[in-house]
């Protein structure tokens, strides 16, 4: 069994490599975007045919994609760094900042993120705006809920 404070300790560093995570991707979709932008401005000055009219066009495109997958995931570090405001606060309900361990996963309620381990375990990251959180929400320890025909009981939060 996990100490409170080392409950505590783990929530810091689950949350902190969510962080971590969240800005490799933001970091990732500026240099992409930097990549594009600049291919866009050292052909501007060349003659154009129908060919580079056509790239420059998905590449405008793709650019305008990326800008809105990076508004996205800068809303979710956002998130992530709230959370930070209130690591130390003990969770005994399924809420923002939770770490939720179930009979079939482990969730952290913060952002939309891929799995991901700390310490060895795996980890799930949700929002509170995915259907799944709404399954759950509010419910405590040794409650069960349902989502997508599979039957989750809470073993644990923190």
Do not use: W
């Not at 991707?25 to 975007?33: A, G, M, S, T, V």
């Not at 809303?75 to 690591?87: F, G, P």
């Not at 309900?93 to 700390?118: D, M, Q, Y």
């Amino acid at each position: 069994m996990i100490s409170t404070i080392d409950k505590k300790r783990l929530r810091k560093k689950i949350l902190d490599a969510c962080v971590a995570r969240q800005q490799i991707l933001i970091d990732d979709f500026k240099e992409r975007i930097k990549e594009l932008t600049a291919g866009q401005q050292t052909n501007h000055d060349e003659s154009y045919d129908q060919k580079d009219l056509a790239f420059n066009s998905m590449q405008t495109t793709e650019v305008n994609a990326l800008n809105k997958e990076l508004e996205f995931a800068n809303a979710e570090l956002d998130i992530l760094r709230i959370l930070h405001l209130s690591e130390d606060v003990a969770r005994d309900h399924v809420a923002p900042g939770a770490v939720v361990v179930t009979n079939h996963h482990t969730f952290f309620i913060s952002a939309s993120l891929e799995k991901f381990t700390v310490d060895g375990h795996l980890y799930i990251g949700i929002s509170t705006s995915s259907p799944l959180y709404k399954a759950m929400e509010g419910k405590t320890k040794g409650e069960t809920f349902s989502y997508s025909h599979i039957a989750y009981k809470i073993k644990d939060i923190f």
